[in-house]
Every structure is written in structure tokens, then in C-alpha cells.
């Protein structure tokens, strides 16, 4: 009975561990949907992919979290493991069996349904948050509420191909601005950065744009491929862009 319980305060601990990892991540300009896959990866040591693990190893802060997830990961599965043999070795009898399986599949489909709640996540987040931030030195801003991305305002990284309306045109040519999308960054085939991209910077092949804007625009500007069409495209966006802005300030 002991080594069930101490399995599933394993467990209770893997949950927490991964949680705190992907908040932290986070917390360096990670999107919480790749945080979480990053830190629950880590910690099983299922690996990343080529450019996932880019974004980990140019970023000393990022690193260190990823480090200390594999080796609390290989520990914690290696523990997990020994206490669930340990568990079923134990039993005298199929009665005794069965009631320890009983209770693992109680304890793990609770732990299960905790880990999925919504009030749970917010929670934890709210306190490893204030914890983060009184304990480490790691910058905590809310860049989702600063940029009002909890409404129909997003930042997507683009990738720009040789179809692609982007391609092949500066800032200044493109007028992007005019639809209300912003550029943010734009990071080159040599991982070279470019923040704040100014009018006359190219927009080339390969090139990963970072935009920011209305859902439905930059949607749209991500399907919109060269020529005649792609034109025709802009000069809608503009023009609903302009609705817009006329209908925002007869509000006001």
C-alpha cells in the first residue's frame, strides 16, 4: 500500500514540476501551447524538433529549464517505475491484487481529471506566477493583456514562401500597415533577428514574419499568394480596415 501511495505522490510531483517548467517558459516569450508541449517533452525525453530545439538553445534562460526538466524526468520516471513494481510484488492474494489496482486506477483517473481542470491550471498558474516572481529573477509581463490577445487580436509567425503575396517586397511596398497589421520581427534563413523591421527591409523567401493584427486579417494575408489576385486582396483589406477605424470613432 505504501508504494502506491508514494507512485502516486510521484505522479502528484511529475504534474507540478511540468507545470511550474511550462509557466516559466512561458514566461520568456513562449506561447503557453508550446511551452507546455516543450516541458511535457523535456520531461518524458521524447525530444523536440529541429527548430523547437533552436528556440531552446539560443535562449540561456530556456536552456536551463529544459536541463533541469530531463534530469528530474529520467529520476522521476525511474522512481515511478520501481514503485509500481514494488506495489504489485507485494501482494499475497488476487483479492489483494485486485485492490490495489482498485485503488492505483482511483488515485491516477483523479489526478487525471485534476490536471484537465481549467480551475486547477488557473490557479496554479496564478500562484507559480507570484512565486516566480518573488523567488527568481525571471521577467514576468503579461504580454497577452498588453496586446489584448484574449479578444480578435493575435501574433502569428508567418513563414514566407516563394508564392506568398510577402515575398520578394519591402515593408514600404507591401503596406501592411494600411490593413492594421503591425511587423514585429522578422527572423532570416541564417536565424539572423531583425526587431522592429523598418519600411525599407526586404521580405524574402524562407524569411519567419512575426505579425501582428486582427485574426481574420492576417489569415487572410497568410493564404494571399503574388499577382493580380493577391492585389485585389490587399486593397480590400485596406478598405475594410478604413470601415473600421470610421466605425471605431463614431463609438467614440
Known amino acids: 500500500m505504501f508504494a502506491i501511495v508514494s507512485l502516486i505522490v510521484i505522479v502528484v510531483v511529475s504534474i507540478i514540476v511540468v507545470r511550474v517548467a511550462t509557466v516559466a517558459l512561458s514566461l520568456t516569450g513562449l506561447s503557453n501551447q508550446l511551452a507546455r508541449f516543450q516541458a511535457r517533452s523535456a520531461f518524458t525525453s521524447t525530444g523536440f524538433t529541429t527548430s523547437e530545439t533552436e528556440k531552446v538553445m539560443r535562449h540561456p534562460v530556456r536552456r536551463k529549464i529544459i536541463m ?4 528530474l524526468g529520467n529520476a522521476g520516471i525511474v522512481t515511478a517505475i520501481s514503485s509500481l513494481i514494488v506495489s504489485f510484488v507485494g501482494a499475497e492474494s488476487s483479492g489483494g491484487l485486485w485492490l490495489r489496482i482498485a485503488l492505483l486506477a482511483v488515485g491516477l483517473s483523479a489526478l487525471w481529471v485534476l490536471s484537465y481542470s481549467d480551475w486547477v491550471d488557473h490557479r496554479m498558474s496564478e500562484f507559480i506566477q507570484r512565486a516566480l516572481q518573488r523567488w527568481t ?16 487580436y493575435i501574433v502569428v509567425e508567418l513563414n514566407v514562401n516563394a508564392s506568398d503575396w510577402l515575398a520578394e517586397s519591402s515593408l514600404n511596398e507591401l503596406k501592411l500597415n494600411d490593413e492594421g497589421v503591425l511587423v514585429l520581427g522578422i527572423e532570416k534563413e541564417d536565424a539572423s533577428y531583425i526587431g522592429a523591421p523598418r519600411g525599407d527591409t526586404q521580405l524574402e523567401v524562407n524569411d519567419q514574419v512575426l505579425l501582428y493584427g486582427k485574426a481574420s486579417v492576417l489569415k487572410n494575408l497568410d493564404e ?22 470610421e466605425q471605431e470613432a463614431v463609438v467614440s
Do not use: F
Open 224 to 245: 494571399r499568394r503574388r499577382g493580380a489576385a493577391g492585389n485585389w486582396e490587399h486593397h480590400k483589406a485596406v478598405d475594410d480596415q478604413k470601415r473600421s477605424e
Open 137 to 152: 529573477d525571471l521577467e514576468i509581463r503579461d504580454y497577452a493583456g498588453l496586446l489584448h490577445l484574449t479578444g480578435e
Open 68 to 71: 533541469t526538466l530531463m534530469i
